[in-house]
C-alpha cells in the first residue's frame, strides 16, 4: 500500500499508508508522515476522485481523505482512480487483506 500511495503523489513523502477504520463502519487510508498534506496533493493530481467515490458510495468527502462504507469499495475506489493494470489490482488486492 505504501509503495502504491508513494507513486500515486511522488511530490509528497510517505514513511506509511495503511487501510484504517476506527469506526467499524468508515474505512479510509491513514498517510504518514503527513496526512492531511498528502490527501491535498492527491486530490490536485486525481481531479476524477470525487466522481469515481460517487459511485463507490463515499460515506464523506469532507475529511481529509474521503472515506467509506466498506473496505471493498474504498480499495475499489483507489483503483479505479489510480488506473491500476489488472497485475497491480490484484496484487493490492492481495496485499491489503493482510
Known amino acids: ?3 502504491i500511495m ?3 503523489v ?3 513523502e510517505v514513511k506509511s499508508a495503511v487501510i484504517a477504520s476506527p469506526w467499524s463502519t468508515r474505512f479510509f487510508i491513514y498517510v504518514e508522515p503527513n496526512h492531511s498534506d498528502y490527501w ?3 486530490k490536485r493530481g486525481h ?3 470525487r466522481r469515481i467515490a460517487l459511485k463507490y458510495e ?5 475529511a481529509a481523505c474521503p472515506e467509506f462504507g466498506s ?3 474504498l480499495v475499489s475506489w483507489l483503483l479505479d482512480v489510480l488506473n491500476l493494470s489488472q497485475g497491480e489490482r490484484n496484487l493490492l488486492r ?3 487483506r493482510f
Open 47 to 49: 481531479p476524477r476522485w
Open 6 to 8: 508513494s507513486r500515486a
Open 94 to 96: 492481495f496485499c491489503v
Open 1 to 3: 500500500m505504501t509503495e
Open 71 to 73: 473496505y471493498e469499495n
Open 58 to 62: 463515499v460515506v464523506t468527502t469532507d
Open 10 to 12: 511522488p511530490e509528497v
Open 40 to 42: 491535498l496533493w492527491f
